[in-house]
Structures are given as C-alpha cells and as structure tokens.
C-alpha cells in the first residue's frame, strides 16, 4: 500500500481526516489488480486556543419534528444550521447566505428536495446536497446521483451514518479545486 494523501478538516464540534491509499488486491494465482481505500475517521477536538471555521449546513423539511431533529443533531455537533420548511424557501437562503451543504427532504408539498435541487444547481454547481426520504426506492436512487446527490440517507435518520455522510461530503467538496 502506498499513501497518496491525507488531509484533516475541521468544522465547529468536530475535525476528521481522510486518508487515500492506492492499493493493489491480490486475487489468487498471481493476479492482481489497483484499487483504492479511503478512510474517513473523526479525531479528537481540536483545543480552544485554535480557531476552527464554521460549517453552514441548511436543513430542509416540511415536517417541523424532523427538521428540528436533525438540525438539533448537527448543532450538538457544532455546526451552525440553518432550516427551511419548504424547497423555495432553502433556495431563497441559498441565494443570501454562505451554506456549504444541504439536506433535502424528498417528499416536500409544492416542490420535492430533488426539484429544489435542480434549482440551486441552475447557480450554484458544487453545494453539496444530501437527500433524505423515507422511501429510498431505486429508482429514486438513481434519480438522486443523476441530480448530483452526494448520498441518500433513509429516515428514521441514524446518527452515525448522518455524521459520517457529513464529513464524507465536506471532505470531498473541500479537496475539489
């Protein structure tokens, strides 16, 4: 194994490094092929005497409970958050204020996460989004990568996944040029 490269990121609450390594599997009778492992882990909080910039995450849901759930586990976190109950109303803050990602509920009246998705792309190419929806079908799966969907993340949400999807996307939209 070689190591390609290995970045540390922090957020308000938390800090995390991905590793990269390129690695060769060995497939039995001398054959081998490249691939490679990434590594995201989370680290210890950094001390106060370092100043730690601050993630923006915009939380989006029409259902009250669910939106203040969420945006509660992201602020334990540290992270400042920002929530909107409906898909016109994230894109409205989007236009005004610094959010570097996004979740959408799917399933919103009026516009759905994956409509409001289409709109923020029309200015804004590279905001991370994360979709979050009760009924992860495959087709709305494929519909959501198509869409530029960093992940899909069924509900009940669990927090380690969440947290883990959060640093996993920041990480990578950090590491883009």
């Not at 923006?56 to 969420?70: A, E, K, M, Q, Y």
Request: charged share 20%; with cysteine; hydrophobic share 45%.
């Amino acid at each position: 194994m070689h190591c390609v490269h290995a970045r540390v990121y922090s957020g308000v609450g938390i800090l995390f490094a991905t590793l990269d390594w390129d690695i060769e599997q060995n497939l039995g009778w001398g054959t081998t092929r490249p691939g490679r492992l990434n590594l995201v882990m989370e680290l210890a909080k950094p001390s106060a005497a370092e100043p730690e910039p601050t993630f923006s995450i915009l939380v989006t849901d029409d259902d009250r409970g669910s939106r203040d759930t969420l945006a509660q586990m992201l602020q334990d976190r540290g992270f400042t958050t920002i929530t909107a109950a409906s898909g016109e109303e994230a894109i409205e803050i989007i236009m005004v204020e610094t959010i570097h990602l996004v979740f959408f509920d799917m399933h919103m009246p009026r516009m759905t996460g994956l409509e409001a998705l289409q709109q923020v792309r029309l200015y804004n190419e590279v905001l991370p989004a994360i979709l979050v929806t009760a009924d992860a079908t495959r087709e709305l799966i494929r519909r959501a990568f198509q869409a530029q969907v960093y992940s899909v993340i069924p509900k009940p949400v669990n927090k380690s996944v969440l947290l883990h999807t959060l640093a996993r996307a920041l990480g990578q939209s950090l590491r883009k040029p």
